[in-house]
């Protein structure tokens, strides 16, 4: 690709509507490049609607100055209105499960991963979801997740033996740019851990520039813009753009859960959550894990302006965030947010039309780019600039049904965020929370477990693995009753 004669006068027109934005410095190299740069500039140039940018540039710029809690309204839940498994009776928890479990068979039920975010904190070089946090069986996250799918369409299959035939659970997988390849080359290398590659969509996200802290648009090299993905919420249009839903729907399916592929706790397409959102007549639903203590640094679902919304620890005043109910004494704001939602596919159809456009929120980064002042490329080691991002959650204000479910958090909510050694939201807490887990599932069927001298785990923590094949959530594992197993044990098929 080169620039031709005859895009010269195109190079020209493009160059001018840049400069009237105010963004003329993503041409300045414009001379010093060979003319396959400048049409691979050009290309992308003409790709980028530069007024748009520059507006929700300075949108979300100027919303970083208005505190939500004096410019909104912001109120707690109204009491009574979250549903809960800390608080649901085990009957209650277990007649959810089969009616979640009854549509999963019946093929209504698809989930939609969220694998487009580029993994800055963790700092591996491959996308999230390839991530090994050394568990006994090496599980990719992605595999982890893959293989409660499969669990949960055998157990729907055997438990409805009528439906068998339809009892598939659709995995649309939303990558970006940075991380579609690797993606997509994990699950062929691994034969799609066991799934059928039918029913697993890939589809990708779309980009923004990144920009410095006041909106101009950076250049990763000479001739090339410096573009990131536009932030979880960009699902949205991405559904649509690539006919993600009609395809669901010709399948189907008529219920969605959604995820991030960065908990390993994650349950996929949880019936419980399903059915509890599908017996409310929600559109929407929002799983939520009750906050570690006031100040713990999670957004939280409340009410702004009358409409849900998720706020910010740092939006609302340290007084606000440590007010408690007067009937149980528990938090008022204790919602954590932890982008783990229900949808019907009419809702996520509606989106667009609804939301006409969410807006943009500013993530500050560290952004690779060239130096205007002295041309070289740099590796800034503190945030630069910003990235513009549209977050998931940011639908909640536009429906007047929204399901609210609380779990708890040491069984459903475990993040890979930082690199290894961090101490927290790491690679060995996610294998530690994954074995204390499997541990309480062993024990609560009446299995000893022992540390065996072989057991490499740090003291205080134990190898002890149950293969998703085994069980979804502790169900399925009566074979373990009065054993006594030392560690480390990998538990793949029951003994
Ligand atoms: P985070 O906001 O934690 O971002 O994503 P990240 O990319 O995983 O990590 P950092 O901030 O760069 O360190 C939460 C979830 O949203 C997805 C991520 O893949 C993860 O599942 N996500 C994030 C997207 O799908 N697209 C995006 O543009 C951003």
């Known amino acids: 690709m080169m620039t031709t004669q005859s895009q010269i006068p195109q190079a020209q027109a493009v160059r001018e509507k ?62 009574g209105s979250v549903g809960s498994t800390l608080t649901a009776s085990a009957e209650q928890q277990q007649a959810w499960f089969q009616q979640g479990l009854e549509l999963i068979a019946q093929g209504q039920v698809a989930v939609i991963l969220m694998a487009g975010g580029q993994g800055t904190r963790l700092g591996s070089s491959q996308p999230k979801g390839c991530y090994d946090i050394n568990l006994l069986s090496h599980s990719s996250l992605f595999r982890l997740q893959a293989e409660r799918i499969v669990r949960l369409q ?4 055997q438990t409805f033996p009528q439906h068998a035939a339809t009892a598939v659970i659709p995995w649309a997988i939303m990558t970006s740019g940075p991380t579609r390849a ?18 697993v969509i890939f589809f990708n996200q779309g980009t923004l520039p990144c920009l410095s802290f006041d909106g101009k648009i950076l250049l990763e090299s000479k001739g090339k813009v410096s573009e990131a993905p536009d932030g979880n919420g960009g699902i949205y249009a991405a559904l649509h753009r690539h006919h ?3 395809d669901l729907r010709r399948r189907g399916v008529r219920y969605v859960h959604s995820y991030c592929v960065d908990n390993c706790l994650v349950r996929v397409a949880d019936p419980v959550f399903i059915a509890y959102c599908v017996a409310k007549g929600a559109e929407c639903g929002a799983k939520v894990v009750p906050k570690s203590s006031w ?14 919304a998720v706020v910010e620890y740092s939006e609302i005043s340290s007084e606000m965030a440590q007010l408690t109910r007067a009937d149980n004494g528990r938090l008022a704001y204790n919602a954590g947010n932890i982008a783990n939602h229900f949808y019907t596919l009419d809702f996520l159809d509606r989106v667009p039309t609804i939301t006409d456009g969410l807006e943009h929120h500013v993530a500050k980064k ?14 800034p080691a503190k945030p630069n600039g910003i990235k513009l991002e549209q977050f998931v959650f940011d639908v909640f ?21 930082n690199a290894p050694g961090t101490g927290s939201d790491d690679p060995e807490t996610s294998r530690r929370d994954l074995a204390e887990q499997h541990l309480r599932f062993a024990q609560a069927v ?31 594992l009566e074979f373990l009753q009065g054993r006594t197993l030392t560690t480390p044990q990998l538990i793949t098929k029951p003994l």
């Not at 490049?33 to 100027?62: C, H, P, R």
């Not at 055998?154 to 299959?157: E, M, R």
């Open 295 to 308: 100040d713990e640094a999670v957004g939280v679902i409340c009410h702004k302006n009358g409409r849900f």
């Open 18 to 79: 840049f400069a009237a934005a105010g963004q003329e410095q993503v041409f300045a190299y414009w001379d010093e490049l060979t003319s396959a740069e400048q049409a691979g500039l050009l290309e992308q140039a003409q790709a980028l609607d530069v007024d748009y940018i520059n507006k929700i540039a300075k949108q979300a710029l100027d919303s970083l100055s208005v505190s939500q809690e004096t410019a909104h309204r912001i109120e707690p839940l109204p009491e």
């Open 397 to 417: 204000p536009y429906t007047d049904n929204l399901a609210v479910f609380e779990v708890e958090r040491r069984e459903e909510f475990s993040p890979l965020k």
């Open 244 to 246: 993600v839903i009609s």
């Open 154 to 157: 055998n157990l729907a299959a």
């Open 182 to 199: 690797n993606t997509e080359a994990h699950f062929e290398a691994h034969r799609y851990f066991g799934l059928d590659s039918r029913n």
């Open 446 to 476: 009446g299995a000893t477990v022992v540390k065996g001298p072989e057991d490499p785990a740090p003291q205080g923590e134990i190898s002890f693995e149950l293969s998703p094949i085994v069980t979804y959530a502790g169900e399925g």
């Open 366 to 379: 560290k952004i690779k780019h060239v130096d205007p002042t002295t041309g070289q490329q740099v590796a």
